[in-house]
């Protein structure tokens, strides 16, 4: 039964992406105002290094 529920499923979604219906995606983050989206990743790797090391006293 499980099979045929997945393959139903599956079936929905094929149908109504080619009816044109658009199916919802993940909603991105916006891209940043200034500067680049490479600075900004950059930028927050340091601060999650930077926090986890206060947490673990990495100093």
Do not use: C, D, E, F
């Amino acid at each position: 039964m499980n099979l045929l529920t997945s393959i139903a499923a599956m079936l929905g979604t094929k149908a109504r992406t080619w009816a044109g219906i658009p199916i919802p995606r993940h909603q991105a983050p916006r891209k940043p105002k200034y500067g680049s989206v490479k600075a900004h990743q950059r930028h927050a790797a340091k601060r999650r290094a930077r926090r986890r090391a206060r947490r673990l006293n990495h100093y």
